[in-house]
T-cell receptor
Framework: QQQVKQSPQSLIVQKGGISIINCAYE??????FPWYQQFPGKGPALLIA?????SEKKEGRFTISFNKSAKQFSLHIMDSQPGDSATYFC?????????????FGQGTILTVHP | DGGITQSPKYLFRKEGQNVTLSCEQN?????MYWYRQDPGQGLRLIYY???????QKGDIAEGYSVSREKKESFPLTVTSAQKNPTAFYLC????????????FGSGTRLTVV
């Protein structure tokens, strides 16, 4: 129940295209859903995050779509650029005694071809 | 990165040896975490500490140990009991009681030789 399932495992997109990464969860106690971006040899960095009281959040070219009833959320990268090539992780966190702990998806390796 | 220093960047361990990975932060964050990253498995929580002199096991604590004697430091020891220690290890911090401002270090890549 603590799992977050992420797909696809890898994604190849042409420059200017839309990249879409999906995540699904089971634990209804999750109430915070961040996305992290990781470049090779570096630690992940927070990209964008959403709470379940909204269905969409947009920051620049990055948008999170959230479907509470389906327990799914996704990251959309518009106008994808070669510099977006990285590994992306979705994550989720619950309150209570689990507060502060993130459960991560398996990661998606995004390659944007010029 | 962002006030978190992990060292060394690369570490090689012989079979049967214990090794210690360092994590130091100057962000004045109370909470510190150790994650292990393996290809295709995401990040899995090993140990976390929300206050000095206190820490809890995460999802994959077997074969690892930690200490939290200072707010700034949270070293991770990979013991000989860890059967498959080759991985990328990440330290993270945040203020207690929040997942916001979760900051990761640059990681240590441990290889068993």
């Amino acid at each position: 129940q603590q799992q977050v399932k992420q797909s696809p495992q890898s994604l190849i997109v042409q420059k200017g295209g839309i990249s879409i990464i999906n995540c699904a969860y089971e634990n209804t106690a999750f109430d915070y859903f961040p996305w992290y971006q990781q470049f090779p040899g570096k630690g992940p960095a927070l990209l964008i995050a959403i709470r379940p009281d909204v269905s969409e959040k947009k920051e620049g070219r990055f948008t999170i779509s959230f479907n509470k009833s389906a327990k799914q959320f996704s990251l959309h990268i518009m106008d994808s650029q070669p510099g977006d090539s990285a590994t992306y992780f979705c994550a989720a966190s619950a309150g209570g005694t689990s507060y502060g702990k993130l459960t991560f998806g398996q990661g998606t390796i995004l390659t944007v071809h010029p | 990165d962002g006030g978190i220093t992990q060292s060394p960047k690369y570490l090689f361990r012989k079979e049967g040896q214990n090794v210690t990975l360092s994590c130091e932060q100057n962000l004045n964050h109370d909470a510190m975490y150790w994650y292990r990253q393996d290809p295709g498995q995401g990040l899995r929580l090993i140990y976390y500490s929300q206050i000095v002199n206190d820490f809890q096991k995460g999802d994959i604590a077997e074969g690892y140990s930690v200490s939290r004697e200072k707010k700034e430091s949270f070293p991770l020891t990979v013991t000989s009991a860890q059967k498959n220690p080759t991985a990328f290890y990440l330290c993270a911090t945040t203020r207690t009681g929040t997942v916001y401002g979760y900051t990761f270090g640059s990681g240590t890549r441990l290889t068993v030789v």
